[in-house]
């Protein structure tokens, strides 16, 4: 009797589990869905070894990292966040049986991961940030991710995935952070107008077409969509993002006029819309006093017309670069007068780039007096009359030729 209640005691010992059975396998299939060369001795990963329970051997000499779990009511573990470190692990990602409804966090980033991002990640029902930045991830980025709705953050970025960003995204309702930058990604920016939530919006460096959508989400307080093949005009609804801090949308194909609303902007500070093709710029009617812009970049455009003075009363300003566009005319007293000896209260040029356009006449007073390495200044490839090389801000390269500046403008003295 006494022997048979033993052998009973250590059958149920050895068969007792901790760990939610489902969540062992995810594990097991993670660890085996690796190249086994390139999981390294002494690595957290190699320490996983599934002869023993693995929440109730955490942090032991067995499976010294890699995962959390949190004890549930119903008497099971569930790993509630799973991170591998960085350290170079080449193989895929299991495609089967991600089925973890309580796992909050996913973090495989800066591995070597390759293959095709499981769809069935949308199983992990009650996942809060899923992060699979920086491996080599290919393929498309499944649709099933558009139900996570518990997910406020997701990081696919520097990868190489290709294809559409699913519509199936906008009903990401808890998203607050979303980043697909350096992907291979192609289609239209889909209507994320449902994110309410959403402060950060990183598409950059894919290959992204259509316009810049008409609906985003006014809770946005970083937006960049720099470097795709955005083409067409502005829309009016950026100026309803009025939270909104930081706005690239350089390197596309924009056109048309560059929208007054940005220069008096109620939070503003960054606005990069270089390498376009704008061709106008609205003045603002109010000398742009309002404005929270400390750095503008407007540079490779094709803008024409006198530079705007008003840039030059804009207190929080501190970066201008207007460099190779089409502007002619003399430069505002405005401009030097802010580089040299700004008012109190106003912050002075610390970059002013204005080189590679048609300004003609002379070199404004007080800029001749600045010295070099206190501020960045260029005047290069101009019409202006004199710009002799023991001022720094001539140096560099050539005012245009005579002829060059004839041609753009008769009137060029
Ligand atoms: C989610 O899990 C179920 C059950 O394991 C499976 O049948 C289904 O295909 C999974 N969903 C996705 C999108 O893979
Ligand atoms: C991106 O996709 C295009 C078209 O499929 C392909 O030609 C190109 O090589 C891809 N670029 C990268 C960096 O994967
Ligand atoms: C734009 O993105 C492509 C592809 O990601 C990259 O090769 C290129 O260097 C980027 N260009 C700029 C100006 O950032
Ligand atoms: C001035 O700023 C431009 C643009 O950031 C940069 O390329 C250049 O090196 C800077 N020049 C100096 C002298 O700091």
Same mark, same amino acid.
């Given at each position: 009797?006494?022997?048979?209640?033993?052998?009973?005691?250590?059958?149920?010992?050895?068969?007792?589990?901790?760990?939610?059975?489902?969540?062992?396998?995810?594990?097991?299939?993670?660890?085996?869905?690796?190249?086994?060369?390139?999981? /390294?001795?002494?690595?957290?990963?190699? !320490?996983?070894?599934?002869?023993?329970?693995?929440?109730?051997?955490?942090? /032991?000499?067995?499976?010294?990292?890699?995962?959390?779990?949190?004890?549930?009511?119903? %008497?099971?573990?569930?790993?509630?966040?799973?991170?591998?470190?960085?350290?170079?692990?080449?193989?895929?990602?299991?495609?089967?049986?991600?089925?973890?409804?309580?796992?909050?966090?996913?973090?495989?980033?800066?591995?070597?991961?390759?293959?095709?991002?499981? %769809?069935?990640? !949308?199983?992990?029902?009650?996942?809060?940030?899923?992060?699979?930045? =920086?491996?080599?991830?290919?393929?498309?980025?499944? +649709?099933?991710?558009?139900?996570?709705?518990?997910?406020?953050?997701?990081?696919?970025?520097?990868?190489?995935?290709?294809?559409?960003?699913?519509?199936?995204?906008?009903?990401?309702?808890?998203?607050?952070?979303?980043?697909?930058?350096?992907?291979?990604? !192609?289609?239209?920016?889909?209507?994320?107008?449902?994110?309410?939530?959403?402060?950060?919006?990183?598409?950059?460096?894919?290959?992204?077409?259509?316009?810049?959508?008409?609906?985003?989400?006014?809770?946005?307080?970083?937006?960049?969509?720099?470097?795709?093949?955005?083409?067409?005009?502005?829309?009016?609804?950026?100026?309803?993002?009025?939270?909104?801090?930081?706005?690239?949308?350089?390197?596309?194909?924009?056109?048309?006029?560059?929208?007054?609303?940005?220069?008096?902007?109620?939070?503003?500070?960054?606005?990069?819309?270089?390498?376009?093709?704008?061709?106008?710029?609205?003045?603002?009617?109010?000398?742009?006093?309002? !404005?929270?812009?400390?750095?503008?970049?407007?540079?490779?455009?094709?803008?024409?017309?006198?530079?705007?003075?008003?840039?030059?009363? =804009?207190?929080?300003?501190?970066?201008?670069?207007?460099?190779?566009?089409?502007?002619?005319?003399?430069?505002?007293?405005?401009?030097?007068?802010?580089?040299?000896?700004?008012?109190?209260?106003?912050?002075?040029?610390?970059?002013?780039?204005? +080189? +590679?356009?048609?300004?003609?006449?002379?070199?404004?007073?007080?800029?001749?007096?600045?010295?070099? +390495?206190?501020?960045?200044?260029?005047?290069?490839?101009?019409?202006?009359?004199?710009?002799?090389?023991?001022?720094?801000?001539?140096?560099?390269?050539?005012?245009?030729?005579?002829?060059?500046?004839?041609?753009?403008?008769?009137?060029?003295?």
């Amino acid at each position: 009797m006494l022997l048979l209640l033993s052998v009973f005691t250590k059958i149920l010992h050895t068969t007792h589990s901790i760990t939610f059975p489902g969540d062992i396998q995810i594990l097991k299939d993670l660890k085996n869905g690796l190249d086994p060369n390139s999981i /390294t001795p002494g690595s957290c990963l190699s !320490s996983w070894d599934f002869s023993v329970d693995p929440c109730d051997h955490l942090f /032991t000499n067995r499976f010294t990292c890699g995962f959390r779990c949190d004890r549930l009511v119903s %008497g099971f573990s569930r790993v509630t966040e799973i991170t591998l470190d960085p350290t170079g692990y080449t193989g895929s990602l299991a495609s089967t049986g991600w089925t973890l409804p309580y796992l909050q966090t996913l973090d495989l980033s800066e591995n070597s991961f390759h293959g095709p991002i499981p %769809g069935s990640l !949308s199983n992990l029902t009650g996942l809060n940030r899923l992060c699979l930045s =920086m491996n080599s991830l290919t393929g498309p980025v499944p +649709g099933s991710l558009g139900s996570l709705s518990l997910l406020e953050e997701l990081y696919l970025d520097n990868n190489f995935l290709v294809g559409p960003i699913p519509f199936s995204f906008n009903g990401l309702v808890g998203l607050k952070r979303l980043e697909l930058q350096q992907n291979n990604l !192609s289609g239209e920016v889909p209507d994320l107008g449902k994110l309410k939530n959403l402060y950060y919006l990183d598409l950059s460096d894919n290959r992204l077409s259509g316009e810049v959508p008409a609906t985003l989400p006014t809770s946005l307080v970083e937006l960049s969509l720099r470097n795709n093949t955005l083409f067409g005009k502005l829309p009016n609804s950026l100026g309803g993002l009025v939270i909104l801090q930081v706005l690239d949308l350089s390197y596309n194909e924009l056109n048309g006029r560059v929208r007054s609303f940005l220069f008096d902007h109620p939070s503003l500070e960054q606005l990069t819309l270089s390498h376009n093709r704008f061709s106008s710029l609205e003045v603002v009617n109010n000398e742009g006093v309002n !404005s929270k812009l400390i750095a503008l970049d407007l540079s490779y455009n094709e803008l024409r017309g006198l530079l705007p003075a008003f840039m030059g009363s =804009m207190t929080e300003l501190s970066a201008l670069s207007l460099e190779h566009n089409k502007f002619t005319g003399m430069i505002p007293s405005q401009y030097a007068v802010k580089a040299a000896r700004p008012g109190h209260g106003t912050s002075p040029f610390e970059r002013l780039l204005l +080189g +590679g356009n048609y300004l003609f006449g002379p070199i404004p007073g007080p800029l001749l007096g600045l010295k070099e +390495g206190s501020v960045n200044v260029s005047l290069v490839d101009n019409c202006l009359y004199r710009c002799p090389d023991m001022f720094f801000f001539c140096q560099g390269a050539d005012q245009k030729s005579m002829q060059d500046c004839k041609s753009f403008g008769p009137y060029i003295p």
